[in-house]
């Protein structure tokens, strides 16, 4: 069941559609990066590396590894980048960098360290790489009977032991992280609805909603007051918060609403 | 050339003509069923609370929905001060692309002749097409939650964070519920799944052969339930519309879009419960298959006429969508992520294991005298622990309203005034008072004295 997209794409030239693809997302994909690291603002940020993300899958599914592309696209870009997105929102939208530097030449240090390692993995890849002999997509996916069988059965025969470490690894970390993060309060110390009710009509405790400000008052401003049923300024009405303010002569005249 | 049919060798031999009167087709037909969803939507919701609903524009009020969106296209767009313009302005472009572009995988017919070039009534396939439509999904939650936050307003970027991690988690209880369904198609290709389940497996269960129903909804009655309920929370429907909840957030992530824009978001929503229901018929209800009693005609199943059957099943699952939204009140946010993680989500994880292993049991080189030891093992041992399993102690904390005291309090002289079980009126505590302060009244027929009030009061 190999796929006519899948084989022609596997072939050793670059076809038409596969060389166009790359030439018009290689550069967007380098634009998301280099944006990634240029933004200011962290959402921004986060969208450029998202859509790097959602290139790198593209050129996966180009060359012929739809699984992984689409794993890439559905776990990675949907799933991880938005919980990122998540916690930056609850930062705040207007939290950007700041231009000073809070930790003396930490800029020119990553610089040098990113270069560093760039270098490293890309050699490391080169030696490891450059001198494989291939046996071609083609060969493997008949081998199994098509890409995702293929991937399928390594997974759950030769490399299912290694999954599972890594799976019990990452819940591992996610439980732990929750168990660090998450304060739970024990039974005894909830309150019981009975027990909030009972403190709602506790005497001293105004059970009812307290007045909405500018209720039976002249104005509808919050700052005021409304009016008890006798006349008086009903002082709960008013936020703490707001300060008092003394009406111009102006305002405090009858308005003729009062007939 | 001959291909098999249901599989997805037939698909990219295409000319380029027939791919673009394909994609404007299956553009055309989005597009028209969300102006026929609205309007069928809210006729029938309507009946439900018994009422006409639209019925002035066109008949039946068909083009009610066509005369909104017009006007919706027209109106003034509004930029709110503090937006951020680009993520703003791209947040709707994202919604509505990842909604048309999950349908590109659709099947809605089988193999016809398009001017003597013979393909199928479906624009792609690929051999994971199913993670294409969950792509897709997953990426539309971006537009959401980048109109929430680029709105640069509270009420939006509330409803953006509720529908992330809404979507997300729903997502996942989604993706579970269709693994099933890949175990037993044996392919995650939508028109190898359809083929699938043309003809109902013949089961060789312990020398019985025994036919399974050929719709997994049937089959695999509990991945259809899950599927459905994650369906409506990802579509960010009633009863698990709590992005964008009226009541509490205004509209949600799309309060401070207007004109196009918004245009753009309803179009998506409406284009994503489109997509889910047809993801739907195609997993679980033999996508454009037709149902048994159409079957007997032999003509059923080819030509155009499936397209028909397909949207015949899109649509009543569109009804069930409807029915939901007339019937059910909104859950409460914390419920209803209780209700994917903690009940979803394992139901979903216990069946596959069980299904996978069924799976195994079968496909293994046993006798089958072995394999229904093994199987009724596992069902006992499964049965003993569900049995002998420790029950939790409920531990018996006084609620306190238990005991009503002579004086109609619920929980004692602490507690609260409640109207009388036995639905005797009690005194009045204010009777006595009354009548200490005031002037005793003369009641009952007296002479004179009552005609003297009486004209006094004239």
Redesign the interface.
């Known amino acids: ?6 084989l ?1 794409a596997a072939s050793d030239a670059m076809k038409g559609g596969e060389a166009a693809t790359f030439w018009i997302l290689a550069p967007i994909a380098v634009i998301g990066a280099i944006g990634m690291v240029w933004a200011r ?1 962290a ?2 940020s986060a ?1 450029f590396l ?1 859509m790097t993300m ?1 290139c790198l ?1 593209v050129f996966y599914i180009v060359q012929a590894g ?2 992984i592309g ?2 890439q ?2 776990v990675y ?3 991880i980048m ?2 990122f ?2 916690v930056l ?2 930062v705040g ?1 207007d939290a950007s960098d700041s231009l000073i530097e809070t930790l003396r030449g930490q800029r020119m240090a990553a610089i040098i360290l990113g270069i560093g390692f760039a270098g490293l993995v890309g050699t490391g890849l080169f030696r490891a790489l450059g001198s494989v002999n291939a046996a071609g997509l083609t060969a493997a996916n008949t081998k199994r009977g ?3 069988q293929g991937i399928a059965e390594l997974l759950f025969t030769k490399y299912v032991f290694a999954f599972e470490v890594t799976s019990a690894l990452l819940i591992t970390a996610a439980v732990g992280a929750m168990l660090l993060a998450h304060i739970e309060r024990r039974k005894e110390d909830r309150k ?3 027990e909030l ?2 403190e709602r ?1 506790a005497p001293g405790n105004y059970p009812a909603p307290k007045p909405g400000p500018g209720v039976f008052a002249t104005s509808d401003s919050v700052a005021t007051p409304a009016r008890l049923p006798d006349g008086s300024m009903a002082d709960r009405s008013i936020s703490k918060i707001v300060p008092t303010r003394e009406l111009t002569s102006a305002e405090a005249a009858p308005k003729g609403t009062e007939k | 050339m001959t291909l098999a049919a249901g599989s997805v060798d037939q698909f990219g031999h295409d000319p380029w003509w027939l791919v673009l009167i394909k994609i404007v087709g299956i553009f055309a037909f989005l597009v028209v069923m969300t102006l026929f969803t609205i309007w069928y939507e809210r006729r029938a919701v309507a009946y439900m609370q018994v009422r006409p609903g639209p019925n002035r524009n066109g008949p039946f009020g068909l083009l009610q929905s066509l005369a909104d969106g017009l006007k919706l296209g027209l109106k003034e767009e509004i930029l709110p001060k503090l937006a951020d313009k680009a993520v703003y302005f791209i947040a709707p472009v994202i919604s509505a692309t990842c909604a048309f572009t999950a349908f590109a995988v659709m099947p809605l017919g089988p193999s016809v002749s398009w001017f003597g070039h013979m393909s199928p009534i479906q624009l792609t396939d690929i051999p994971v097409a199913v993670l294409l439509i969950l792509a897709c999904s997953s990426m539309g939650i971006y537009g959401v939650v980048l109109a929430g936050w680029a709105s640069g307003s509270t009420y939006p970027l509330l409803g953006g964070l509720r529908s992330s991690a809404q979507m997300i988690s729903y997502e996942v209880a989604m993706g579970l519920s269709i693994v099933a369904v890949f175990i037993q198609a044996g392919s995650m290709s939508t028109s190898e799944i359809v083929e699938a389940q043309a003809h109902g497996t013949t089961w060789n269960l312990f020398g019985l052969t025994l036919t399974a129903p050929s719709w997994y909804a049937l089959l695999l009655v509990p991945s259809f339930l899950i599927y459905f309920v994650s369906a409506v929370g990802e579509t960010n429907r009633a009863p698990f519309d709590l992005p964008e909840a009226e009541s509490e957030l205004v509209g949600g992530f799309h309060t401070e879009y207007s004109s196009f824009k918004f245009a753009m978001f309803f179009l998506a929503e409406y284009i994503n419960m489109v997509t889910v229901s047809g993801l739907c018929a195609t997993l679980f209800l033999g996508g454009w298959r037709a149902p048994w009693p159409v079957t007997i005609w032999s003509h059923a199943n080819s030509g155009w006429w499936p397209v028909l059957w397909f949207t015949a099943k899109v649509l009543l699952l569109l009804f069930v969508f409807v029915w939901l939204r007339g019937t059910l009140p909104r859950l409460r946010y914390d419920q209803f992520m209780r209700f994917g993680w903690k009940a979803l989500i394992p139901i979903n994880l216990v069946w596959i294991l069980g299904l996978a292993g069924l799976r195994t049991l079968q496909n293994s080189a046993l006798e089958s005298r072995i394999k229904m030891f093994i199987t009724v093992a596992v069902v006992l041992i499964v049965a003993a622990v569900w049995v002998l399993w420790p029950a939790k102690e409920k531990s018996k904390v006084p609620t306190g309203i238990e005991g009503i005291d002579p004086a109609g309090r619920v929980g004692g002289a602490e507690g609260f005034p409640m109207p009388p079980l036995n639905l005797e009126v009690p005194p009045s505590p204010r009777a006595p008072r009354l009548t200490a302060e005031r002037e005793p009244v003369p009641v009952g027929p007296a002479t004179g004295d009552k005609n003297a009030t009486e004209q006094e009061g004239r």
């Open positions: 069941m190999t796929h006519e997209m899948v022609a603002n959402v921004h969208l998202a959602l899958g739809p699984f689409f794993a696209i559905i870009t949907g799933a938005m919980l997105l998540f929102m609850l939208r098509g890409n995702i019981t609805q009975p009710m009972r009509f």
